[in-house]
């Protein structure tokens, strides 16, 4: 059984009807609740018992739930595919950013950064995209030592201090042992 084409279809599927019910950001929201509450369910929900039962506990675990991410919840109980429940969830947020532009980047640093810098990254990523939306999540890394590591889909720019002090080793290493 292919595992992500069940996922990309549910996915695909409740990106759809939560766009039809306009309720597409409430969904995304009920989403990333519940794949942060999935490692404490997996558990439960891989005991068999009825649709049913696992649908009441899905609801007690996320009790404000909004119309479509409800429905979907159940059609995915209703079918025994709550074992591939965070597989799905993960789809059904990237078909989200997929469908309306939003692009994921990461941004490391030594200290945190300014809020005039993550909107000048933003406006630099867009222009450089076809993106709409950039979402930058922020890591604080001291041992980088200083400068960033900027990473947006598959491009990585690393400015870091700690980079240039191990390029600077290396190249002294061998430059050194071609003397000797």
């Known amino acids: 059984m292919n595992v992500g084409l069940i996922a990309k279809r549910y996915a695909s599927a409740l990106e759809q009807y939560s766009t039809e019910l306009g309720q597409s950001e409430e969904c995304v929201a009920n989403a990333r609740q ?8 997996n558990e ?38 709550e074992v591939y429940l ?5 789809s059904y947020i990237a078909e ?13 640093v030594a200290s945190a950064p300014s809020e005039q810098l993550l909107a000048q990254l933003e ?4 222009k ?5 939306k950039v979402d930058i999540e922020v890591t604080v890394d001291p041992e980088i030592i200083g400068g960033f590591i900027f990473k ?12 240039q002090i191990n390029d600077l080793k290396r190249a002294f290493e061998v430059k050194n042992k071609r003397i000797i």
């Open 44 to 81: 439960l929900l891989r005991q068999p018992m009825p649709g049913a039962l696992k649908l009441e506990i899905l609801d007690k675990a996320l009790p404000a739930q909004c119309k479509a991410f409800r429905g979907f919840l159940k059609v995915v109980t209703d079918h025994r595919r």
């Open 34 to 41: 519940l794949l942060s509450l999935l490692p404490q369910l």
């Open 123 to 126: 406006q630099l990523t867009l």
């Open 96 to 108: 989200y950013k997929r469908v309306r532009g939003i692009l994921d980047a990461r941004l490391t």
């Open 152 to 163: 947006v889909e598959d491009r990585r720019l690393d400015a870091s201090v700690r980079r």
């Open 128 to 132: 450089d995209t076809d993106a709409k």
């Open 86 to 90: 965070g597989r799905i969830l993960q």
